[in-house]
Structures are given as structure tokens and as C-alpha cells.
């Protein structure tokens, strides 16, 4: 254990509610390991530790991590892991009365407390929760906390000893940009949702720190868009006809408040779910007739949904490969029998399908964006030819669309691209991964036999998903929030390690955003490492009792939330020179600085 994870791991060592808070690659799982060693051999006979991780992929990578670091450290030790459908087929009360470590996902620990397998959590003398910045609205880790901190509250405890928690993140987030004051704000709101006055980071061990993480060089490239694309004008006059159609059935507009949706936008997808949604609860006297009316907007809307994939493909990839998803996409229709509406539907796609596929083969000019691209890339393999790239992109589409694109260029098919996209739906033209395909792309990509040298994803593998190979990152239109940004930069683990962003310079939403990412994640650094104030280190160690006498159908989280809210409102006039080694009974959070 290196000096700075020991320096991590220091708080929970006392047996204090922390959250850890220090870069992707550092090893917090090292940390956490660590934590769970310690928790059991002072506890003893009665702990149990549960491990819980957001996302199955992630399960599966720290339960396999936790069976082989405790078979070689200690193997009495008796661990064991719950996921997804596994908690309807396996006992939690018996997984938990027969084992010591419990690594779950969280899900699995709402649905045992619901249904009456686990009483309280009293049951538990230790909660580690990974990626913590999730602790927010209805999320499973808000609702495990809630539960806690209404157990914390009952005078029904009787004595009971709720377990310690402990959260692991890279970035505790901000919520909602504006300012230092509001990025204070939702760092004391998690911690209040977690029951934790310290947020333990690395201040003594930096320069260790530094020797294990470093910090990747950026740069931006924005990019003209075509400045003609017949496609686009064929693809709205199809999408405008559907739309029309649609009105003749019902009233669409009424259906949804969504306005000023473009085509080939986020927001028209929006429309679209929103359109669906509202289907589903219609209701109209004649029965037949709804179901007639339902049927055929549900048609009208998947068309749409589809045209507008198409759009979104050809601004960020081939015009070829925006035909070729519809195509599938109308074969498929045709292929399930399709009725009346669906071979108007179909008509429309055919009429134009000669003049799509001449613009698709013929001599336009290729998207720009994909220029730059095939350029940073064949320049970054020709400097370094062991480089390993994950290129982030926005739709599972595009991820394939990107694929073929790279396995037909003469200059880049050596690359052997890997897709990694989520599970998907079934009634998705994209099914998705399984775990398998999933972990066998990852084991190609860490090969060192070269087998795929760029991994295309989505945001499955922005947060979690430990890739220490890569030493390029391309966000190919791509825009996290603060926390994927932090995780994103914190992957890029050799030392020449570089973050590209591709933009369109026309529509510059996306490089706006990534640089107001950039200040908010400087901002939520300067957050931590700065001292919080002193009313609201104070009033932070009564925020439980104060709510006491408030009304019972108040949540949990919102009295702590005022109650926070309140302390942070009256700082403002005060001194904010407390220093950053306050004792923990008088701090929300350990000030410590932050260097990543």
C-alpha cells in the first residue's frame, strides 16, 4: 500500500464516515481492500462489509479484484457477489448470514431491505460505496442512505450500531455550474446524503501521488461542417411527410410540450420519447379507434426516430453509413410483415433510396470531422506505434458507423478496432453487448499482442471500467459532466498521455460545454481544497437533531439539505480563514488540496 493510499484510507481507519475523493488511477481500490482488512480485524467475529459498485461491469471487475486479493491475503476469509437477475435467484439473508465481504450492486441491497430480507443495516458494520457522486435524487445509493440516516433519526434503533460508510469517487461533482459557492453547496449536500463530515484527499503524499497519475495534455480541434449535403435535404423532406402523416391521425403536438426541434437532434429524440410516452396513456372513447390511433403514431414515431439516427450518423460519420442503418432498419420492417402504414412508411424510403445510395458512393465530399480524425490518428500511431486509443462517442450507432469506417481505411484497418457499448433493449435496432463480448473486447484491447489498438465507446467506459492501457483519449462530439470528465482524464495513464476533442465549429454547444466542464472541474477542486466555513462546519454536527421536530413526510435528504442550505447561507459574511486541520468533530469536510 503506497503512502498516499494509506493517507486516504487514514480517516476510516478511526472509524469516521468518509469520502474519499482522489484521481481515477490512484488505486482506490487498493484503498478500499485495504479498509475492508483492517474493518474486519478489529471488528472481528461481527462485521460484514458490503461493497457495492453502479454498474455490473464494474461488479464484475472489483468482485474479481476482492476474490483474489483475500485468496492470497486470507483465504478464511468468505466473500461473495450478487448482480442484477442474481438477487431473484439467490438468498441475500443467506448470502449475507454466510459470508464476511458482500460485493453487490445496489439494486440488489434496495430489493433485500423492500422485501424484507435484510431487517436494517444494522446488519451491516460497513458500507463502501463506489462512484458516490451518485447519491442524488433516486438513485439506490440515495435510497440506501435515506433508510440510514431515517434509522439514524428513530428513537426505534434501540441501541443498534449502524455500519460505518464509506464512499470512493473521482470527482464528487457540482450538479448544476454556476459558481465556487454552489459547488459548495452540492459537496456538502453529498455529504450530507452520506452522513460523512470528512472528505479524506491527498495532501502530504502529493509528489507520490503525482509519480503514479499524471495529467494528460489537451487540445482542440473544431472543424468546418460539409457545406452542402443533399442527404440532409432528402431526409427532412421523408422526416416532414411522416410528420404530416402523423397529424392526420391525431393531434401530435398536443401530445408533447418539446418545442424548436431540429432535425437530427438530441431534442427531437426527446419529442419523440415524449410522443411514445403519452401513446401509451391515451384514452379516447372508441376503444378501437385508440387502439388504431396508438398503432399508427407508434409507427409513425419509431420512422421518425430512425431518420433522425440516420441524421445524427451522417453529421458525425459517412453519408454511407447513415444510409446503411435505414437501410437495415427498412429491410427489418419489411422482413416482420409490415401493414398499410408501414408500406406507406416504406414507400417513402424507396422512392429515394437510388438517389441516397448515388450520394453515398459518389464524388461528395467526406465529412471533415472524420479527416481530422483519420489525421490526429495516423500522426499519433506514427510517433508511437504501441499507443492505445479509446475514441468516446455519443450513440451506439456511431460507434459502429466509426468501426466500419476505421476497418475500410487503408491507413487505419491495422488499428482493429473494439467496440464497448451498454446492454441495450430488446426492441433496440442495436441490441448491445453482453458481459462475455464485453470482456472480451477489454481483454483484446490490454493484450499486448497488439490484437486492437482503439477502443470506440460509449459512456459505459467513462466511469469505472479500469483501462490503464490507454495513452490517447479522442471525445469524438463527446460531453461529460465534471465527474465523467475527471474519470475520462484519469484513464489516460501513460506518461505521453493526450485528451482530443473533435467539434464542429458551426455548432460549437459541445466545445463550450467541455470548457465549462474545465472550469467546473477546477472549481470543485478549489472547493475541496479550500476551507469550509466555519457556521457551516458547526451547524453540520446537528443538522439530525435539528430535524427531529420537522414534519415526518419531510425526506431525510431535504431536512439535511436545508439545513446545510441554511448553514452555508449565513456563512457568507463570515470568515472563511478556518484552517485546513480543524478537528473532523468541527468539519464537514477535511480541506485539503487537490492536485491531479
Known amino acids: 500500500m503506497r503512502e498516499y493510499q494509506r493517507e486516504l484510507a487514514e480517516p476510516v481507519f478511526q472509524g469516521k464516515n468518509t469520502v474519499i475523493c482522489a484521481p481515477t488511477g490512484c488505486g482506490k481500490t487498493v484503498v478500499a481492500l485495504a479498509i475492508c482488512e483492517h474493518h474486519l480485524k478489529v471488528k472481528g467475529k461481527g462485521a460484514k462489509v458490503v461493497f457495492m459498485a453502479t454498474k455490473v461491469d464494474v461488479f464484475n471487475q472489483q468482485y474479481k479484484l476482492f476474490q483474489d486479493h483475500f485468496q492470497e491475503k486470507d483465504p478464511d476469509i468468505r466473500i461473495d457477489g450478487l448482480c442484477g437477475n442474481q438477487g431473484d435467484q439467490l438468498s441475500m439473508k443467506v448470502v449475507m448470514e454466510n459470508n464476511d465481504i458482500i460485493v453487490l450492486t445496489p439494486q440488489i441491497l434496495v430489493n433485500a431491505m423492500a422485501g424484507g430480507e435484510i431487517p436494517s443495516l444494522s446488519c451491516f ?15 439506490p445509493y440515495n435510497i440506501i442512505m435515506t433508510s440510514y440516516l431515517d434509522a439514524k433519526l428513530s428513537k426505534e434503533q434501540n441501541g443498534q450500531h449502524l455500519p460505518q460508510i ?12 454556476k459558481n465556487q459557492s454552489e459547488a459548495e453547496n452540492n459537496i456538502c449536500q453529498l455529504c450530507a446524503s452520506l452522513d460523512s463530515r470528512i472528505i479524506s484527499t491527498i495532501h502530504t503524499n502529493t509528489d507520490e501521488l503525482q509519480s503514479y497519475v499524471h495529467t494528460p495534455d489537451k487540445e482542440f480541434f473544431l472543424v468546418e461542417k460539409r457545406h452542402t449535403d443533399p442527404f440532409i435535404r ?19 403536438e398536443s401530445l408533447s410540450a418539446i418545442e424548436n426541434r431540429d432535425y437530427g437532434s438530441q431534442k427531437y429524440e426527446q419529442w419523440i420519447v415524449d410522443v411514445q410516452k403519452k401513446c401509451r396513456v391515451l384514452q379516447l372513447k372508441d376503444q378501437e379507434e385508440e387502439s388504431r390511433v396508438c398503432r399508427a403514431l407508434y409507427n409513425y414515431t419509431e420512422h421518425l426516430r430512425k431518420y433522425n439516427d440516420a441524421l445524427i450518423i451522417n453529421e458525425d460519420a459517412r453519408t454511407k453509413d447513415a ?49 481530422m480524425l483519420q489525421y490526429i490518428l495516423e500522426e499519433q500511431y506514427r510517433q508511437n506505434d504501441e499507443t492505445k486509443s479509446v475514441l468516446f462517442v455519443r450513440t451506439r450507432a456511431l460507434a459502429d458507423a466509426l468501426k466500419s469506417w476505421i476497418e475500410e481505411s487503408d491507413s487505419l484497418k491495422f488499428l482493429k478496432p473494439g467496440v464497448l457499448i451498454g446492454r441495450g433493449h430488446k426492441s433496440s435496432q442495436l441490441t448491445g453487448m453482453t458481459l462475455n463480448s464485453k470482456k472480451g473486447v477489454l481483454d483484446s484491447f490490454k493484450s499486448f499482442d497488439n490484437q486492437s489498438k482503439i477502443l470506440i465507446a460509449t459512456s459505459v467506459a467513462d466511469e469505472g471500467i479500469d483501462i490503464p492501457q490507454c495513452n490517447l483519449v479522442l471525445m469524438y462530439e463527446y460531453v461529460g459532466n465534471v465527474v465523467k470528465m475527471v474519470q475520462v482524464r484519469g484513464n489516460q495513464s501513460m506518461h505521453q498521455s493526450i485528451n482530443q476533442s473533435i467539434n464542429q465549429s458551426i455548432n460549437y454547444s459541445a466545445s463550450q460545454s467541455q470548457s465549462i466542464n474545465q472550469s467546473a472541474s477546477h472549481s470543485v477542486s478549489q472547493s475541496i481544497s479550500q476551507p469550509v466555513s466555519q457556521s457551516i462546519n458547526q451547524s453540520a454536527s446537528q443538522p439530525f437533531s435539528q430535524s427531529a421536530s420537522q414534519s415526518a413526510s419531510q425526506s431525510v435528504n431535504q431536512r439535511v439539505s436545508q439545513s446545510i442550505n441554511q448553514s452555508i447561507n449565513q456563512s457568507a459574511s463570515q470568515s472563511t480563514s478556518q484552517s485546513v486541520n480543524q478537528p473532523v468533530s468541527q468539519s464537514i469536510s477535511q480541506s485539503v488540496s487537490v492536485s491531479w
Open 323 to 371: 444510409l446503411d442503418y435505414l437501410s437495415v432498419f427498412i429491410q427489418q420492417v419489411k422482413n416482420a410483415g409490415h401493414d398499410e402504414t408501414e408500406q406507406r412508411l416504406t414507400a417513402y424510403f424507396d422512392g429515394q433510396q437510388g438517389v441516397l445510395r448515388g450520394l453515398s458512393s459518389g464524388g461528395q465530399k467526406e465529412n471533415p470531422k472524420l479527416d
Open 166 to 177: 464509506v464512499g470512493l469517487t473521482a470527482s464528487v461533482g457540482i450538479g448544476s455550474f
Open 125 to 139: 458494520s460497513l458500507l463502501i460505496l463506489d462512484e458516490c457522486h451518485n447519491t442524488t435524487g433516486k438513485h
Open 234 to 252: 432528402i431526409i427532412h423532406d421523408i422526416m416532414a411527410k411522416i410528420e404530416g402523416l402523423a397529424k392526420t391521425v391525431y393531434n401530435i
